[in-house]
């Protein structure tokens, strides 16, 4: 099975659950911060990232409501991992920087803080909270802050019920280019 295919049955599988306490699914918020990352003329590698930001929802085997028993499900992390497998840095690290992303527009935005979702807050403080002054001076420092910040603030804005957007397999064309340039 080649990896548009991967995603194609992780998204028919698990892509109808909740995304986190949030009124929308899994594969209706990828598809607005695709949307979003499209509108704003992001690279094919960006939109990528974004439309797969959240696969490590869709590989674990939690179930939807894990972070009201306090479980941080760590999807940043088993995303990357599954993804790092047909994708590069430019692909992998906006996903594997999207939650500290949040927690570094916590820490330097205090507007930004307060205009969470209470879904977003609950895992917030699940994902550690805001970062402390060390760690914004290090995630300042990595090569891929400007397109973490892009994705988070895509994220943030995909949350809106029976938005409309193009499909899956739109999105899809522009991750089929990106793993044939990766690979």
Partial sequence: ???????????SKRGGSQYG??????????LQAAWLAEKADASATLITASLLHDIGHLV???PDNA???GINDQHEELGVRWL?????????EPVRLHVAAKRYLCAVEPDYLVALSPA????LQLQGGPLSPDEVQSFESSPFLRDA??????DDKAKKVGLPTPDLAHFLSYTKTVVSDSN
Avoid: C
């Fill in 21 to 30: 306490g949030e009124a929308i699914t899994q594969q209706e918020h990828a």
């Fill in 1 to 11: 099975m080649n990896i548009i295919d991967e995603i194609k049955g992780l998204f």
């Fill in 120 to 123: 977003s807050a609950q895992s």
């Fill in 60 to 62: 674990h085997n939690l």
């Fill in 67 to 69: 972070p009201d028993s």
């Fill in 84 to 92: 790092a497998r047909y994708f590069g840095a430019d692909v992998t």
């Fill in 149 to 154: 910040v892009n994705l988070r603030r895509w």
